[in-house]
């Protein structure tokens, strides 16, 4: 992932987790930049009430992290199998699932209940007929390169002080009127930076990821951030975006789905460990309760789904349910508007004798020869029903 870590989520799980958890940096500065060809229009977000425990969000490199969160998993009891592929489930002669089959020599594994963790493409969801093939207008593709940089020189360049971070979200020129976003994240001694896109948009562009993150690393907004900096790692990965409406079988005799293999990300708001953190923890109340009943049936494990349903993730999935539907085909969006923005503020803070009100007026047509009236009404108001 990017990636950053959600404290919420992550200290109802791991009380304290930030007294021991591997963490690069707590985030105490959120940037969102609106790119054109060479200038930016950047809102951004700076609170010392994100410098305190339990912090907002941290970044996180997941290497380190994720053996230091199965370590926490063992230490309450979790059998952990490492290197191990799962290839499909067990059904008993009704039909009911009962444990996994692994790669593993006698690698059968047997269970009162499956839990489907296995992120975006969950082979397990799909063998068990609850998950057909995502399509590629619900799947983003991302990269990301970790590219490495003295401690000082990138708490100089983000004006951060020790320990703290930032996270950067672009949209604009960067990603070509393709449905996606930049990022740009601090670590320690590295920066996350990565651009993802609709996996269908990808295909239609006829664009590289390899060419694109090259791109976006020489716009001449990105470019000063990273001279003297060295790509250490590259990665690719899927992200699963179409949210509500894409959402596979969740939950039936014997198995439950959690996190990405659920389609629990919130692209918008770039959520994604959160939920799926917040879902395996609903998962493991309701497996709880059932097995207090003695009852793994779909009826007894649909309490997932009602807590679920009664948690931020179902409902900012809800609210968000037709943005990606919205910004596909309203992707002036992401191309016109951040062009327009950019020309209006350099209009306006450019001082060149011509009085104030001349320069509204400048932009104010200049803007409707780009978009009508009619279109900027229509663009506000569709916005609010998607996002609003
Ligand atoms: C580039 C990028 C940036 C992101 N940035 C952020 C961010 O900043 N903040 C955020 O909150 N979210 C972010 N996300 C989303 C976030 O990474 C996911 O939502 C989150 O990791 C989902 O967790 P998960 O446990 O459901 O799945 P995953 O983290 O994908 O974990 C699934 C695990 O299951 C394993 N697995 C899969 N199939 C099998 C199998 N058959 N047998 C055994 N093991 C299997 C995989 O190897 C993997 O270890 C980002 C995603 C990407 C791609």
Known sequence: MGGQIYSRALNELV???????PLERYVTEKRFWFLSKDSKVSVSHKTPKFAQPPYNS?????????KWFVGKAIEKGAFYIPETLVEEVIRNAQGIIIGVKTGRTDGELYAPVVVAADGVNSLLSKAAGFHTEISPENVALAVKEIISMPKNRIQDLFDLEEDQGLTIEIAGEITKGMVGVGFIYTNKTTLSVGVGCILSD?????ISPYDLIE???NHPVVKPLLAGGQTR??????????GYNAMPILCSDGFL???DAGMMVNGLHQEGSNLAMTSGKLAAETILEAHRKWDFSARGLSLYKKKLTESYVMKDLKKYRNSYTYLESNRQLLTLYPEIINEAATEFLTVDGVPKREK???IF?????KRSLWGLAKDAFSAWRAFG
């Open 15 to 21: 009380p304290e987790f930030w007294k021991e958890a």
């Open 58 to 66: 941290c970044t996180v490199l997941r290497a380190k992290f994720d």
């Open 202 to 206: 990808w295909v239609n562009y006829k």
């Open 215 to 217: 791109e976006m690393k």
């Open 233 to 242: 790692e590259y990665l690719a990965h899927l992200i699963p975006e179409g």
């Open 257 to 259: 789905v959690v996190g």
């Open 360 to 362: 509204q007026r400048k």
């Open 365 to 369: 047509w200049s803007t409707l020869k």
